[in-house]
C-alpha cells in the first residue's frame, strides 16, 4: 500500500481522532444542506409549485456541488485542508442564512445552488485530514467513519427538515442546514490542523499522478460503475416494497432507514478490512463481486416474488456503499499531499453524474422490463468493475 501521505507523530491519538470527528461532522452538515432540499418537495408543492418545479429547486444545490468539486479540490492542494474547510462552510452558512431569508422560490433555488457549491469544500478537504493525520494502518477504519456521514445526513435531514417545512415553510426548514454548518465551522477551527506536507521543490510530491499511470483512473472508473447498483436501491427500493409487494408506506421506510443504518456501519467494517489486509483494492475487488452477486440474487427472488427478496434489498444496500470509503482512501493515498483534493474532487464529480443518470435510465428499464429485470441487469455493472479494480498495480505501489 503506498505510504504517499505520511503522517505526522506530533500529534497525540487524541487530537487525531477529535480531527475525525470534526470531519465527519462538518461532511455531516453539508450533506444535511446538500440532500435536506430533497425533503422540502412535499411543502414546496403546497405552495403551489409544480413537482417539477419543486424538483428543480430540490436539486439545485447537487447542481452546485458537481460544479465545484475540482475547484475547492485544488483550494485544499493550494492553501490547505483547514483554510478549505473553514471557507466552505462559512459560505454555505452564509449562503443558508441567504436560503433561509430569501423571498420567493426563484431566489430560494439561487441561494440553495450556492450553498450546495460551497458545501463541496467538505468532500476533497475533509478526506485530506484523516488520511493525512492517521496512520496507514488505521486509514481504512478511519475513513470508513468519515464516510458515514454521507448518510447520517440523510437521517438526520429527513427527520427534522421535512417535519419543520411541514409545520413553518420551506425557508424556515433552511435553518437546520445552517445552523449545523455554522456549528461544523466552530468546531472545525478549535480542532483542525493542517497535515504535515513535503516541500513543494520536492518533483515527487508536486508531480500529476494521472500522468505516472491509470492506477487512479481505474478506481474512477470502478467507483462509477459501482454507483449504479447503488442509487438504483437507494431510489427504488422504497417504491418497490409498495408497488410490488403492497406494503405500506411507512413499513417501507423503515425498511431502508434499517438499510442505510447497515450501510453505514458497513463502511466501517470494510475500511477496517482493509487496514487488516494491508490494502484497498483487494477489499474493493471483495465488494465488486459481492454486489454482482447480491444484485443479481435480488433479481432473481424479485423474479420469483420470494419474501428473500426483502432480505436481499438490506443486504444490496450494504454492499453496494462499502467501497466509498476504500476508493476515497485509496484516492488520497496515491495522489499525494498536492493532488489529493483535485483527485478526490475528479472521483465525487464522476460518481455525482453517474448518480444523477441512474434515476431516469432506472425508471425506464423498469417501465419496459420491471423491478425484477432491473435489478439483475445492474449486476453486470459491478461484475465489469471486478477486474478494472487495480490490485497488482497497489502491490507494486506498496
Not at 157 to 162: K, N, Y
Not at 208 to 230: E, F, K
Request: glycine share 8%; charged share 10%; with cysteine.
Amino acid at each position: 500500500m503506498t505510504q504517499a501521505l505520511a503522517p505526522a507523530y506530533d500529534v497525540g491519538a487524541a487530537r487525531r481522532w477529535a480531527m475525525l470527528a470534526a470531519s465527519t461532522l462538518a461532511q455531516a452538515a453539508t450533506a444535511v444542506m446538500i440532500h435536506g432540499p430533497a425533503f422540502l418537495i412535499p411543502a414546496l408543492h403546497a405552495t403551489g409549485l409544480s413537482l417539477a418545479e419543486a424538483g428543480l429547486v430540490a436539486a439545485a444545490p447537487t447542481v452546485g456541488v458537481m460544479l465545484t468539486l475540482v475547484a475547492w479540490g485544488a483550494v485544499a492542494d493550494r492553501r490547505g485542508e483547514r483554510f478549505a474547510l473553514l471557507t466552505g462552510l462559512a459560505a454555505t452558512a452564509a449562503a443558508g442564512l441567504g436560503a433561509a431569508l430569501s423571498d420567493g422560490t426563484a431566489l430560494l433555488a439561487v441561494t440553495l445552488f450556492l450553498a450546495g457549491a460551497a458545501a463541496a469544500s467538505t468532500n476533497a478537504a475533509g478526506g485530506r485530514v484523516v488520511v493525512g493525520w492517521f496512520p496507514a494502518g488505521r486509514r481504512g477504519l478511519a475513513m470508513g467513519i468519515r464516510q458515514m456521514a454521507q448518510p447520517a445526513g440523510v437521517g438526520i435531514a429527513a427527520i427534522s427538515i421535512a417535519v419543520v417545512a411541514d409545520r413553518s415553510g420551506p425557508h424556515a426548514a433552511i435553518w437546520v442546514p445552517t445552523i449545523a454548518c455554522a456549528l461544523a465551522a466552530v468546531v472545525v477551527a478549535l480542532v483542525v490542523v493542517d497535515p504535515p506536507r513535503p516541500a513543494r521543490t520536492d518533483p515527487a510530491a508536486t508531480a500529476n499522478p494521472y500522468r505516472r499511470d491509470s492506477y487512479l483512473a481505474r478506481i474512477h472508473g470502478v467507483s462509477v460503475l459501482l454507483v449504479v447498483p447503488q442509487f438504483l436501491v437507494w431510489t427504488f427500493a422504497l417504491v418497490w416494497l409498495v408497488q410490488e409487494r403492497d406494503w405500506s408506506p411507512a413499513a417501507a421506510g423503515a425498511v431502508v432507514a434499517v438499510a442505510q443504518v447497515a450501510g453505514a456501519l458497513g463502511r466501517i467494517a470494510v475500511g477496517h478490512l482493509s487496514d487488516v489486509v494491508g490494502g484497498r483494492m483487494r477489499p474493493l475487488r471483495w465488494v465488486s463481486v459481492a454486489a454482482a452477486i447480491t444484485m443479481a440474487l435480488l433479481g432473481l427472488a424479485a423474479a420469483a416474488d420470494l419474501a428473500i427478496a426483502v432480505l436481499l434489498v438490506v443486504v444490496a444496500t450494504l454492499v453496494t456503499v462499502a467501497d466509498n470509503g476504500l476508493a476515497f482512501t485509496a484516492v488520497a493515498e496515491r495522489a499525494g499531499p498536492f493532488w489529493s483534493g483535485r483527485a478526490l474532487g475528479v472521483q465525487n464529480t464522476a460518481q455525482f453524474l453517474a448518480a444523477s443518470a441512474v434515476p431516469p435510465v432506472a425508471g425506464l428499464a423498469v417501465t419496459h422490463a420491471g423491478y425484477a429485470a432491473t435489478f439483475a441487469l445492474a449486476a453486470l455493472f459491478p461484475l465489469v468493475a471486478v477486474p478494472l479494480v487495480p490490485v497488482r498495480e497497489e502491490r507494486e505501489l506498496a
